[in-house]
């Protein structure tokens, strides 16, 4: 498709001296009204009728347009024949006022019309330093209430003060040239001004109603758009809010009263009577539109665009300002909404919106075929200027307050100050802006109207090529040159705009993913299209889920076009974290899941959207864990916890998770909770720096089950604590010094899986008591109750499974022994692999006598008799026999293969070690195990954990089986395999395993011998 260019536009302009141009050029109208005005000019004495000929002849090279000029006259002096001679008689006396007055009526119909119908002896009488003077709002405010007081009604004052001032600012500007920003806050004065008073009137209305607010109470009109701005055009609605502050009257209220103040207020400005009108008013940019209220307090004002604002609102509080009344109020209220206004970022969303905006506006000329005509919303026009002065102020405003200025022109400056344009490409935009602006004056004055379109006939484009001062030898060359100019700004302007944001204002639509949110009609099918490239097998049950991720809570619907606006922003990312993980359905539906329960959904999407890591955070743990996810969805508090922890968390250090819980349990009202909480946020952290590798396999190992250590610690604390309140002559101290916690397995190796049981022995000694029966009696309570603790089910679910049934001849035993029923039984009735399991048993606090007692009784069990080779090769050979094809645990080359290898050489070289990797670093140390062996052991049995760890973190169960079917394969690839051209991520996963339990099994026949 071939690029617009405005030059190949078909202007309605003859060639140089051709018939068409003189034809065209021939002003019959002038002479139509020249013969008109005659008539009226015969019927006054020679002398005056002749000399107001001559003036008139005289003026007409001065005007833009002479016959409008003359046209206007004979109007007045057929409508009010009766002013014919004064009119004369005042214009041959000032003849240079009189210019003055003849140049204005070719400028603007309009004004004309006031101006010969109701202020001509007022405008002759201005001397040139009056009509030179700027026009400020005293100025105004000073004249409207003067004509009040010589018994102007308030309508009539308001409109015709606005007019004579507004003649002196088309003088300053026609004639006087004065730039463009000065007319523009000269025409914002007036507004300032009308409002200032209307105000004032409305105040006085209301209290002759009897409304009269509290001492307290505060109202201030802000301006918005070009008003707020200070650069409002002469036939410019003005955009208003109002915000209030403070106590109304008792019989309406605050709100009420503020809202009769602005209705009052409106139609002094809007409402047309034979004077005119002083502005159009358009309330649509206050919060919520038109079915917003019409006045808001601060606070309610506020509130609104911090909690629901959009995009496009952002970028109109730019111009906002206080007007009238309570200025402190706006004051306030504006400099509270900047870090709003201007953000530190703006999301793809939001760049979405923007883009938006400019398409539908762009549409809307070209389907009015007004592209080059248009000088506001066509190519190159001033909302294109100001659009991208805008989407700058608001991209750079968060980190450079310098931009933050209302008006476009003072903002080009700004942003060239501060680096953000060039100065070159500061001026062309800027001088482009002022030219397009000169234009939009000249038609808008003509009859008073909001038009931005330049008209399709060659003398009206003559006029206003004159109007802007262009001229030339030829009839038609204003027109021509009017042309030329607008081609070369628009060129300019829009060639700028194209290399500044490359692609920003092209014709795509916004990013399909972020279309999946944000359009409310799309279906299934065409959803589906845009979700096909991302690997999801349910794209409907997928788009289901985007769907609900786009609606928030029912307690926080109101937040839901906030939370929508950030989800669509981070919808690419998300969708491409999904389509890149192992399965693209779970971990979005997890995603969703995740995010169901949440306070608000938007504060983890505005998360997500100003920092990428949060969608790593909660994403790996949606792609990698049901259990995890069910934690998060299960407790929504854990989000902002977890995420602040993760500033802090390194390794866990069983200091500081003691220290935590403390904290946590000392304010807690139920301790419980506390552990299942303290578990939670632990578990998470865990989890999320296991599978993305940022902590090792053992060191992973290692803190699941120092978490469990501390949990164990503060419940026995807990449950003790319970016991002794029964009967309180007991001595705590002395209680606790004669019990002791045995960890048996996982825990008591110190390497736990995450769906690992606490295997534990209880065992205590009755010295605190005086009879045996008593101390078995508490003891077995106290187990008890420890026991359900940690093991009893709720909507938490459990904190740990608890297994017992290692204790001295399991479960037809008490579920506490004595030491010396410990020592008996591990000496005359154990099993041998009882004393396998032995070597991994740990003693969780060395530091009490009962403690000290039952490491002494499991060395001497362990190291006391000599080392059975073939009962051990027996023992498991008979596990093997008993697994399931393919066990990861007991079949052949599982993980027993490596822990009886290691319990069989730590029974024969006496290492007391309960830890894994640390008996393999000191078995290897004393020559125990080959140097070259040990790297193989401890790397065999690190991968055949770490599958295991992969199995168990998906949904929290104890499983040592790998999955089938398709199953394995997306297990696989969570494994971090890859399928690739010749092999899928199954068969790489299957085959390294398998090479594993080999070299697992081979090790344990070279050192079990």
């Known amino acids: 498709m071939e690029p617009v260019d405005p030059r190949k536009f078909d202007w309605p302009i003859p060639e140089p001296d051709s018939a068409e141009e003189l034809a065209l050029s021939a002003d019959e109208s002038l002479q139509k009204a020249a013969e008109g005005l005659s008539v009226d000019l015969n019927r006054l004495p020679a002398p005056l009728s002749q000399g107001f000929a001559e003036l008139l002849a005289e003026c007409f090279d001065d005007s833009p347009s002479p016959s409008e000029s003359v046209y206007a006259i004979e109007r007045m002096f057929a409508a009010a024949p009766a002013t014919v001679a004064d009119f004369v008689s005042g214009a041959l006396l000032s003849p240079r006022a009189f210019r003055r007055l003849f140049t ?22 201005l001397s040139e330093a009056q009509l ?27 409109r015709v003060a606005h007019y004579m001032a507004a003649l002196r600012v088309l003088y300053r500007e026609a004639v006087l040239q004065r730039p463009i920003e000065e007319t523009g806050a000269e025409i914002s004065a007036l507004a300032d001004a009308a409002l200032e008073i209307a105000l004032e009137y409305a105040r006085q209305e209301l209290s002759v109603k009897g409304l009269t607010p509290a001492t307290d109470f505060r109202f201030c009109v802000i301006a918005m758009g070009k008003l707020g701005a200070s650069e409002l055009n002469y036939s410019s609605d003005i955009d208003l809010m ?14 009420g009263y503020a809202v009769r103040l602005a209705e009052a207020l409106i139609p002094l400005l809007d409402d047309a009577t034979e004077h005119g009108r002083v502005f159009r008013v358009d309330t649509r940019l206050r919060p919520e539109g038109k079915r917003g209220r019409l006045a808001r307090s601060l606070q309610g004002t506020l509130d609104y665009y911090f909690s629901f604002g959009t995009t496009l609102e952002r970028q109109a509080l730019i111009k906002a300002r206080a007007a009238a009344g309570d200025t402190a109020l706006g004051h306030e209220m504006v400099e509270k909404l900047q870090p709003w206004i201007f953000r530190k970022y703006l999301t793809v969303e939001e760049i979405n919106q923007i883009q938006a905006l400019k398409r539908s506006i762009e549409q809307r000329t070209g389907n009015r075929d007004e592209q080059f005509t248009d000088v506001k919303t066509g190519f190159g026009g001033i909302r294109d200027i100001e659009f991208v002065t805008q989407f ?20 080009l400056d700004a942003l060239a100050r501060q680096g953000v344009l060039n100065p070159h490409e500061a001026l062309e935009l800027a001088d482009a802006y002022r030219f397009l602006r000169s234009v939009e004056h000249r ?25 802007l001062g262009l001229r030339g030898p030829r009839p038609m060359d204003p027109a021509r040159r009017l042309v030329h100019a607008l081609q070369k700004h628009t060129l300019r302007s829009r060639g700028l705009m194209v290399r500044l944001f490359a692609g920003l204002f092209d014709s795509h639509r916004s990013p399909a993913e972020s279309e999946l949110v944000l359009d409310h009609d799309m279906g299934d099918q065409q959803a ?51 389509g890149k993980s192992p399965q693209p359905d779970f971990t979005l539906l997890n995603f969703e899941r995740i995010c169901a329960n949440l306070g608000a959904k938007t504060v983890l999407f505005e998360l997500v959207a100003e920092d990428p890591r949060a969608l790593a955070i909660f994403g790996s743990i949606a792609a990698q864990s049901q259990w995890l996810t069910d934690i998060l969805a299960r407790r929504p508090g854990l989000v902002d916890e977890f995420i602040d922890g993760l500033q802090t968390f390194a390794a866990l250090d069983k200091q500081r998770l003691r220290d935590d819980l403390h904290s946590r349990v000392a304010f807690a009202q139920d301790a419980v909770d506390a552990l299942f909480w303290q578990r939670d946020v632990e578990l998470l952290r865990i989890g999320l720096f296991d599978v993305n590798g940022r902590t090792p396999l053992p060191e992973t190992l290692r803190e699941l089950a120092a978490l469990a250590d501390v949990l164990l610690e503060f419940a026995l604390r807990n449950a003790l604590a319970s016991e002794l309140a029964r009967d309180s002559a007991m001595d705590e101290a002395s209680v606790r010094d004669h019990f002791v916690v045995i960890a048996m397995g996982k825990l008591g190796s110190g390497a736990m899986n995450y769906a690992s049981d606490l295997d534990l022995v209880f065992a205590y000694d009755p010295a605190a008591f005086g009879d045996a029966a008593a101390a078995q009696a508490f003891y077995v309570r106290l187990a008890r109750r420890l026991r359900d603790l940690l093991s009893q089910s709720g909507e938490r679910g459990k904190l740990y499974e608890v297994d017992l049934r290692l204790r001295p001849r399991g479960k037809s035993s008490p579920l506490a022994v004595t030491l010396d029923e410990l020592d008996k039984y591990l000496r005359q009735d154990a099993g041998y692999w009882e004393r396998i399991a032995a070597t991994r048993a740990r003693v969780l606090d060395t530091s009490t006598a009962a403690g000290k007692r039952a490491g002494t009784i499991l060395d001497d069990f362990v190291f006391g008799a000599p080392v059975d080779v073939q009962a051990t090769r027996d023992m498991r050979a008979r596990l093997e026999a008993e697994a399931p094809t393919g066990g990861l645990k007991r079949g052949r080359g599982g993980t027993l293969d490596i822990e009886f290898l290691l319990a069989h050489l730590q029974m024969l070289h006496g290492l007391r070690e309960p830890g ?14 080959d140097a070259a062996d040990e790297d193989a052991i401890a790397g065999t049995y690190a991968f055949q954990r770490q599958v295991v760890n992969r199995l168990q973190i998906l949904d929290g169960v104890s499983r040592h089986e790998l999955p089938q079917d398709g199953a394995l394969e997306v297990f696989a690839r969570r494994m971090g395999y890859q399928a690739g051209p010749t092999s899928g991520a199954a068969r790489q996963l299957t085959e390294e395993l398998a090479w594993h339990r080999d070299n697992a099994r081979r090790m344990f026949e070279k050192y079990v011998r």
């Open 132 to 158: 030179a003077a700027a026009v400020t709002k005293a100025d105004v405010v000073a004249a409207t209430r003067t004509r009040m007081a010589s018994g102007d009604d308030i309508r009539s004052a308001l």
């Open 104 to 125: 204005l009526l070719g400028h603007s119909r309009v004004l004309g019309r006031f101006l010969l119908m109701h202020g001509w002896r007022e405008f002759l009488q």
């Open 242 to 255: 109002f915000i209030y502050d403070g106590e109304g009257p008792e019989r309406v209220g605050a709100q």
């Open 443 to 467: 038609l808008q004055l003509w009859e008073g109207a909001q038009t931005h379109t330049l008209p399709a006939h060659g003398n009206a484009l003559v006029r206003i090529g004159r109007a």
């Open 392 to 411: 700058l102020q608001l991209l750079n405003g968060g980190r450079i307050e310098g931009v933050r200025r209302a008006a476009t022109l003072a903002a």
């Open 916 to 929: 894994l990797w640390e008996a393999i670093e000191q078995l290897a140390a004393r020559g125990a195990i």
């Open 528 to 578: 589906a299209g845009i979700l096909a490239p991302y690997g999801f097998t349910d794209p409907a049950g997928a788009f289901r889920a985007i769907r609900e991720l786009a609606e928030e809570t029912q307690e926080n619907r109101l937040y839901g076009p906030r939370a929508r606006k950030y989800l669509a922003s981070m919808m690419p990312a998300l969708l491409d974290f999904c």
